[in-house]
């Protein structure tokens, strides 16, 4: 089996969160254990290039084009010496992808033509896949950035490099939003220009073309795909979505980076046996190094995530400040984001010493520290299709407190309502009431029941969250995707028909809750 996987990210260079991992790991299992073998496509940043030191060499040079008015001849470019065992190939058009930034600029806000660029990229795919030497049973897209590539690919069917379509949807929030009179500009094939307007009501998106150009789809998790079916019911995006039943796969941990046996990368290596200790060891050396009060009965939550609203971070900030002002607790936080959140954490810094520490940049080094020294991971996250920290945080046998929602509620049992199974703490609501009433219950727990304690970290680190089980998971999915391939009479122009996708229902409305402020002080007390 021959297989493209198109991303905007892969670890260890161009890289920014969970995305990246995926786009490394995975393809590189199913190549090894499951005969997937497997190319990498994603733009070409000059600028990581050069700061990491990498060389390239130039394969083909591509058509010129003209999407949004801009006119650029690209390139694809092999990636030497990376270290990895796929292929991994770099579409080099600075006039697109020179700037710094993935995603977005320096001060975290989104690139004003990010999908005119998505549209750009996909049309690049298309063209590599056509004039291409390697001819691919599947096609693997992620996210609404690889949209456009699946459009241009699904008008290829009945063509001898016509790939099966598998859509990844990491995160439905994000969809890649068009204006109806933008789509004439992306270069996209005639058929999608002229239905997808029509088949979106008015609001199109790049999220919605992948959708409908594809054979299958997948998230993060069975919940997740639940959420999406119910926030999208009744509108294009929701048919689409009901049309293919996406198939939850959660993520992995790549266990040969995560290791809290690893000695240079844990302060103070440990094992199940000897959790315990452990953990306290590296408790204290974390508090140490960030300047944190050295005190191994006040409980330390870490928090490795982006600062923005999706990941709760303004749920943190209002439920925790009154448990820092009461010296209840002690917190981490490692992650970029938005201004705003960066601002509030340091205020709260400077106003509880020795508290609160904030890194704005994701630090590998220091992460594997927060993780083994932290008791809890927080994570109040609004919605969470997957989740990747709480499955790393019970590799090192720290309990995560995370909302139940998508693969967040899927991965950790409530120990409140499964003592026995247990595997850490569910926020019931995404609100800061919420956050602050399961941190205290879960700070109080960790005072009172240290047998219990112990008992639950050595629970967590058995389990398996390796990225072994989610290759074995896709590998099925890959199969059955090229199966069930839908056959090229059903839609000759590559275009949907507009019957297929034209729900009944209005479309429902967004009822995720909203945050309040908590300004009432909650002490607790805890013995050294």
């Not at 890289?15 to 005969?35: F, N, V, Y």
């Not at 929701?238 to 959660?250: C, D, H, Q, V």
């Not at 927080?378 to 998508?406: H, K, W």
Request: charge should be negative.
């Amino acid at each position: 089996m021959k297989c493209l996987y198109i991303t905007q990210e892969r670890a260890p260079f161009f890289s920014e969160g969970g995305l990246g991992q995926a786009s490394r790991t995975l393809p590189e299992l199913l190549q090894r254990d499951h005969a997937a073998t497997h190319d990498i496509i994603l733009p070409c940043y000059p600028w990581l290039v050069s700061e990491a030191g990498l060389r390239t060499e130039q394969v083909t040079d591509l058509p010129q084009v003209t999407v949004a008015g801009k006119t650029v001849r690209p390139s694809v470019e092999r990636l030497l010496d990376h270290g990895g065992a796929n292929d991994v190939y770099l579409v080099r058009a600075d006039a697109w992808f020179g700037r710094a930034g993935i995603y977005r600029d320096a001060d975290y806000v989104e690139f004003a033509d990010a999908a005119h660029r998505a549209a750009f990229f996909g049309w690049c795919v298309a063209r590599w896949v056509e004039l291409g030497a390697r001819a691919y049973d599947l096609v693997h897209g992620n996210d609404w950035q690889s949209g456009a590539a699946m459009a241009h690919l699904r008008s290829m069917r009945g063509t001898d490099r016509s790939p099966a379509l598998l859509m990844n949807v990491h995160n439905g929030a994000y969809q890649g939003a068009l204006s109806s009179d933008s789509v004439a500009t992306l270069a996209l094939p005639q058929e999608w220009q002229d239905s997808l307007p029509q088949v979106s009501r008015g609001a199109p998106s790049l999220l919605l073309l992948g959708l409908l150009a594809a054979d299958a789809a997948t998230t993060g998790s069975m919940s997740y795909a639940a959420e999406m079916a119910d926030e999208f019911a009744g509108t294009p995006l929701g048919a689409a979505l009901e049309a293919l039943s996406p198939k939850g796969i959660i993520a992995g941990v790549d266990t040969s980076v995560w290791d809290p046996q690893a000695l240079g990368r844990t302060t103070h290596p440990y094992a199940k046996d000897t959790v315990d200790e452990g953990k306290k060891r590296n408790k204290r050396a974390l508090q140490s190094r960030l300047g944190l009060v050295e005190h191994p009965g006040i409980p330390l939550f870490g928090l490795c995530a982006r600062l923005v609203e999706d990941k709760g971070i303004d749920l943190v900030i209002d439920a925790m400040t009154p448990l820092l002002g009461a010296d209840s607790a002690q917190l981490v936080v490692i992650g970029p984001g938005e201004v705003r959140f960066r601002d509030a954490l340091v205020e709260i810094g400077s106003r509880y010493p020795g508290r609160v520490h904030l890194s704005p940049r994701f630090d590998q080094g220091l992460a594997w520290q927060v993780y083994a020294g932290s008791d809890f991971t927080l994570m109040p996250s609004r919605f969470e299709p997957c989740g990747l920290n709480q499955l790393i945080a019970m590799r090192y046998g720290t309990i995560p407190v995370v909302t139940d929602v998508g693969g967040l509620g899927d991965t950790v049992v409530d120990l409140v309502t499964d003592p026995v199974r247990g595997t850490g703490f569910h926020i019931a609501h995404a609100t800061a009431e919420a956050v602050q009433e399961t941190v205290v219950t879960a700070s109080q727990w960790l005072h009172r029941q240290p047998a219990e304690v112990r008992a639950v970290r050595e629970r967590l680190m058995q389990l398996d969250w390796s990225w072994s089980r989610t290759a074995q998971e896709t590998a099925r999915l890959y199969h059955r995707t090229i199966n069930r391939r839908l056959p090229t009479h059903r839609r000759e122009s590559g275009s949907p028909r507009l019957s297929e996708y034209s729900p009944s229902h209005e479309e429902a409305p967004s009822c995720r809750p909203r945050a309040s402020t908590l300004d009432s002080p909650c002490r607790l007390t805890f013995q050294a």
